[in-house]
C-alpha cells in the first residue's frame, strides 16, 4: 500500500514557476519500487498525463504541452518526487495529482500510458495575472 501526499500548488503570474511535491509513505515495498507519475485535469478537461520518473530516477517522459518547461526529479531518500514547473502559462491551470504503480527498484523505465493503482488527492495550480 502507498500513500501519496502532494503540496507546492498555489497562484502563479504567467511566465512565473512553482515546484510541486509528492511525498509518498508504503508499507510493503518502500516507495523506490514505484514508478511515479504526474498528471493534471483542468475544469472541464479530461485528464492528462503530465510527466513521469522511472523507480532509480534514471528515465523521465513528458507530455509534448510541457517538454522543456517541467522538471521531474525524485530523492528516494526522501521519498519524495518533485515537479519544476517553469515559465508556466493560463493553459497550465489545473489540479495536479501524483500516482504510482509497483514495478521494481533500480528500473530506467516509465510511461504515463500505464494504469496507476496509486494516487493523491491533487493541489490546484492556477496561472493567472
Known amino acids: 500500500q502507498l500513500q501519496l501526499v502532494e503540496s507546492g500548488g498555489g497562484l502563479v503570474q504567467p511566465g512565473g514557476s512553482l515546484k510541486l511535491s509528492c511525498a509518498a509513505s508504503a508499507s510493503g515495498f518502500t516507495p523506490d519500487y514505484y514508478v511515479i507519475g504526474w498528471f493534471r485535469q483542468a475544469s472541464g478537461k479530461e485528464r492528462e498525463g503530465v510527466s513521469c520518473?522511472?523507480?532509480?530516477?534514471?528515465?523521465?517522459n513528458y507530455a509534448n504541452s510541457v517538454k522543456g518547461r517541467f522538471t521531474i526529479s525524485r530523492d528516494n531518500a526522501k521519498n519524495t518526487v518533485y515537479l519544476q514547473m517553469n515559465s508556466l502559462k493560463p493553459e497550465d491551470t489545473a489540479v495536479y495529482y501524483c500516482?504510482?504503480?509497483?514495478?521494481?527498484?533500480?528500473?530506467?523505465?516509465?510511461?504515463?500510458?500505464?494504469?496507476?493503482?496509486?494516487w493523491g488527492q491533487g493541489t490546484q495550480v492556477t496561472v493567472s495575472s
Open positions: 520518473v522511472s523507480t532509480s530516477g534514471g528515465s523521465t
Open positions: 500516482a504510482a504503480f509497483l514495478a521494481w527498484s533500480g528500473s530506467d523505465w516509465c510511461d504515463v500510458i500505464s494504469p496507476y493503482d496509486y
